[in-house]
Each structure stands twice: as C-alpha cells, then as structure tokens.
C-alpha cells in the first residue's frame, strides 16, 4: 500500500523528527495536541492540527480513542507513535488495524510479549539469548520475593515488569532494604504504568549499556545496524549516546549482533527495535527490547547514513527493508548529548519556566533535534528535554571535541539546563578513556562538579560584558578618571550566591583587589536582560543579574522545601520528632517520580505545612525544623 497521510501521536521534538522524514517523503502529517501547547513547534510544522481537551496535558496525549477517531475524521492512512506514550501500548495499536490504519510500529503480538519484562526475559532464554540471573515470575508477594531477592543475592536490582525511562527501579544493598524498595519501585510502577508487577536481577557493579538496533520486515528479513553505547546515565536515564561503541572487542560485538538478530526473530518482529544489553567485561547479558523508534536512533543514522523513519514508514507499507546486511555499512563516530532542563548538580531535578532565550549550533554533520522555540514554557507535565545535539567525525576522540564546541556555543536562558554538566562530562579522561559505567554519576564513582569562580574568570566576565547590572562600566560615573582606567562596582549571583566585587579597569587587564589579571579572549559570553554565560575551557559559568533575582525564602537551617512542583505521597514525621541528618522525612511525587526530602542536620521538628496529597509548587516550604 502508499502511505499518503499520517497522524504523529507525539509531540515534542519526536513529532518534529518525524515530520521532518514525511515532508521529505510528501506524506502529509496530522499533528494533535494538548490545549496548553498550541503554540508548539509540532503544531506549526503539521499540514493539520487538532488540540484534545484533557483532564490533564498529559492525558491528551494518552487519549487513544479520541487520537483515533481525528485519523479517521481527516482519512489518514496511518498512525505513528514515536516514543513514550502510546507507542508500546497493545490495545492502541489493536484499535488502528480495527479501525482499518496502519500503525507504524511492532506488531500486536510482540508488544504484548516485550511489554512484560518477566515474560522478555523468558522468551529470551528460550531462544539462546544471554540473560542477567534474577526472578521473573508472577508472584508478587512481599514476603516471597524478599526470599528469592536474598537467594539471588546483592546489590539487587527491582525492576517494574512494564517500565522503561529508569521509573519503578530501585537497587538494593542490603536485605533490610528490600520491603521499603520493592514499596517504593511498585508505587511508581502503577503511577507510570498502571501496573505494579516488578521483576529481580542481579546487579552489575560496572555495567555498560550496549544496544544494537535491529530492523525487520513482514518478509522474514531481519538486519542490525550496529551497537550504540549509552553507559552515560543519571538516574536510569541516558544523557550521552554514542555510534559504535568503542569499549568493546569485535567479537564480542559479533557475538551481540547475532545475539540481537536472534531475539529479534524469536519474537515474529516487524519494523524499528532496540536489544539492550548489560555488558561488563566481555560478557553481556540482555535487559529488554524496546519495541519502537529510540530517541538516540539519530547515532546510527549517522553511522550508516539511514532515515530509520523512512524505514519504518516503508516496512508499515509492506515493503522489504531498503538494504541487505551486507550493504549496511559503519562510517565515522557519532555522538548525541541530550539537553535537558533541570538542576544537574542539585539531583538532576527537573526545572520548569520559560524559554527566554534559545541558541543553538548548527554546522556541517550536526543534527539538532528539538521541539521548542524561544518563549515556549517548559512544564511540569512533560519531559523536560530541551533539545538533542548530534554530531559527527571520522575518529571518536574528534567527535567529542566537535560537540563540545557545539554545546560550548548553545545556549538556553530561562530554566536552569545541563548544558555545563554535559561538557564537564565529556571533558573528563574517564569519558575518553570508556570507563563511565551507567551508575557511574549516580553512585558518585564520577563527580563532575559546579564550576568554582576565580578572580580570572570575574576579570574575563567584566571585559566582556558590555552591559552588566548595578553599575555599567561605560555609564557608570563612580571612579571615573581621564587616565583610561576606572573603578566600577559590579555585583551577579552564581549558585545563588551574590557575588560584589570593584575592579579598575586598565586596557586589556582588570584590576581587582589590587591584583591585574589577564582576559581570557578565547572565552565565549552570551547576555540576556537577565542572565550572563560564560564558557571558558568548555567550563560553563551562569551568572544572574542581580536586579533580576525574586527575594528568597526565609528559612531555618534544614527546613525542608519542595525543590520543584509535584505532589506530597509521604509525611513521615510529626511535629516534635527528632530527626537526624539524612534521615527521609517525607516522599513527594515530581514528573512520575518519587523524590525522598531527607533532613541535612540534626533537629526537632518544629511544623508540617502541608499533608499526604497536597499538591505543591516549587520552592513551597513543607518542613519547619529547629536545630
């Protein structure tokens, strides 16, 4: 069949992706989206838009009938999930061939099977498949799976059956941690997907995350187009993805390949999958198979210089795949770094606020995926990436100096993003040399830290502002001299510290406390109305302008606040209990997560402001304690 319209059940800059293959294609697109998002970028770029009135955002997108019946009222001919959503889900995709539409994705009968990680994991060994030792049957009961979490034996790894994006994971050192993780991962499990079935591995101590991407037609043709490496993680979650995967031999690369061929057939595959692998040393075992395009897919089709959209949308047609294995070909290093929105060095937590200002860096053999513009909000309904940055060189070690001068020159003002922590990362030896693991940030085996000011880098900042809050060097009129120097006040917040300092100025040096430093004229300065950049030696320092700043809270050393918007699930102390430091005093629910707010001193608490099910906003004090 020709495939002329399609409906993208997505948003965000997955929609974006895909549209971008279907104009190429002319295929024209169908956009939907939540009523709060209808300036977004996917709205603009669709031939057709349709808002959906939901309960909340969220649901908008997750709202099969309704997303389902605009296919039909507007004859599209197929339906493509991209990733999240709906596009794992098996009664949405019964529903489109019900309604006579393609949907651009596996098929029924392998969503069903994958979608369990318990029945995965069993299929798998059925096949040959190399797998973690664990348990993964259907019984549920606490007591029972404390008694095979102990014969396993630890550190442990609970996992829900149907998660994905590290929600519903919890690892587990000890058996007296066991009931309090398996309550925690199975409250998650059922919040992010409605199902509280949890399955136990045996936790590797320095994982890499191998992944090969497979492809398969409805002719029984089943190809790999190589392995990714996605070891750089935080909280179960990659941030950096790269093609090939440079710290493993060839053999073992081959022994995966035909490992991933293998379970790709196993399952009656058709279109887009990922088998993922744990890998330590030379063995490998696998973790699931993701049935459905991946947000790293960019890596390798640049490695293989492939439109896996356009794949995809050729195999839902009936077609064979484009090329043989033989043609497929690996060329060069490719790297994706995702830019998220949050507090890197504060948890990762998620930051929500408006895109004041966004600049990105394009350039030859860069792709930059995105779903947002300047004055787009980022909210607390979604996921807070901003943007991926993907790009290419012949050799690895080119490819990480090619992004880092990418990320050096973007730039995103408005919501506090990973830009720096990204650059510090890939400027670490262990990231050149392979030896970041997927929980080397979580366990802080890897600490890649605020970037700390000197009087070098607020000499260069001075010099290189040509507008700066409190009192301008150029209009300001405070130790003004004929001789070609001045003295000038100047005052910022990093980290939200102020920082005040008074330099004289003196051609191309600063003058401060009595000590003339050196501009670093290689340093890159981006300015806002609000906000200052400075990027030195691929060192990111943010800067926020004084007069700018909202007044802080008052607080009591160790009172508790919500460090974003969310939902109290957990108080667990009252008033007049004596606490001690990094002690849980209550679980709050943030974008589907569970966040523990523990005490940082030693103190008694004095009042609870809010109770179990308030829902919160940022920075709203829950917790008086007094020392």
């Not at 014969?151 to 007296?176: R, T």
Request: aromatic share 8%.
């Amino acid at each position: 069949m020709k495939i002329k319209k399609i409906l993208i059940a997505n948003r965000g800059e997955i929609a974006c992706r895909i549209m971008q293959t279907c104009q190429k294609l002319g295929i024209k697109t169908v956009a939907v989206y939540a009523e709060i998002e209808h300036h977004a970028k996917h709205v603009k770029l669709a031939d057709q838009a349709f808002a959906i009135t939901a309960e909340t955002p969220t649901a908008a997108y997750l709202d099969a009938d309704t997303i389902i019946q605009i296919a039909k009222d507007n004859q599209v001919d197929a339906i493509h999930p991209g990733y999240g959503f709906l596009s794992e889900r098996t009664e949405f995709a019964k529903k489109i061939a019900t309604a006579g539409m393609v949907f651009i994705g596996a098929p029924v009968e392998a969503l069903d099977l994958m979608g369990s990680k318990a029945a995965a994991k069993k299929t798998m060994i059925a096949a040959g498949v190399p797998c973690v030792p664990g348990f993964h049957g259907d019984e549920q009961d606490s007591g029972f799976l404390q008694t095979k979490a102990d014969e396993v034996g630890y550190p442990l790894l609970i996992k829900a059956s149907a998660g994905g994006g590290g929600k519903g994971m919890k690892i587990v050192n000890q058996s007296s941690e066991f009931t309090e993780a398996l309550l925690s991962a199975k409250r998650e499990a059922i919040k992010s997907f409605g199902n509280d079935h949890v399955i136990l591995e045996r936790f590797i101590t320095q994982p890499k995350h191998i992944e090969v991407q497979v492809f398969a037609d409805s002719s029984g043709n089943v190809v790999h187009l190589f392995e990714r490496d996605c070891s750089s993680q935080r909280r179960y979650q990659k941030i950096i993805e790269e093609a090939p995967a440079t710290c493993i031999n060839q053999a073992t690369k081959d022994k995966m390949y035909a490992a991933a061929v293998a379970a790709t057939k196993a399952v009656d595959y058709q279109g887009a999958g990922t088998i993922e692998f744990i890998v330590q040393g030379d063995e490998f075992f696998f973790m699931e198979m993701n049935t459905r395009l991946q947000v790293e897919h960019r890596v390798t089709e640049m490695i293989t210089g492939t439109d896996l959209v356009e794949w995809q949308i050729q195999v839902a047609a009936g077609n064979q795949l484009p090329l043989k294995q033989e043609e497929i070909h690996c060329n060069g290093h490719a790297i994706q770094a995702r830019i998220y929105a949050e507090d890197s060095y504060n948890g990762f937590l998620p930051a929500t606020g408006l895109l004041e200002s966004v600049q990105f860096n394009y350039g030859d053999n860069i792709i930059i995926d995105t779903g947002v513009e300047q004055s787009n909000n980022i909210s607390i309904h979604f996921d807070p990436m901003i943007a991926k940055t993907v790009c290419w060189a012949e050799k690895r070690q080119a490819c990480i100096e090619k992004i880092l001068h990418n990320l050096d020159n973007t730039f995103v003002v408005g919501v506090k993003t990973n830009l720096g922590f990204l650059s510090g990362l890939m400027s670490k030896p262990e990231f050149s040399n392979n030896s970041v693991f997927t929980n080397s940030l979580d366990n802080e085996s890897l600490n890649i830290e605020l970037p700390v000011i000197n009087h070098s880098i607020i000499a260069t900042l001075i010099a290189k502002t040509t507008n700066n809050t409190a009192t301008s060097a150029w209009s300001g009129n405070s130790g003004w001299s004929n001789s070609g120097s001045y003295n000038t006040a100047y005052k910022w917040n990093y980290n939200d510290e102020e920082i005040a300092v008074s330099a004289n100025i003196q051609d191309n040096k600063v003058n401060i406390d009595g000590q003339l430093f050196d501009i670093d004229n290689a340093a890159l300065i981006f300015e806002s109305s609000n906000q200052v950049q400075l990027i030195s030696n691929h060192q990111r320092y943010v800067f926020d302008k004084i007069n700018h700043n909202s007044t802080a809270i008052s607080l009591n050393k160790g009172d508790i606040v919500s460090p974003m918007p969310g939902k109290i699930l957990e108080l667990k102390v009252k008033v007049g209990d004596k606490v001690k430091a990094d002690q849980t005093l209550a679980v709050m629910e943030a974008m589907k997560m569970e966040l523990t707010l523990k005490a940082s001193v030693d103190a008694t608490v004095s009042e609870l402001l809010v109770e179990k099910n308030d829902v919160i906003t940022a920075n709203t004090l829950l917790i008086k304690l007094k020392s």
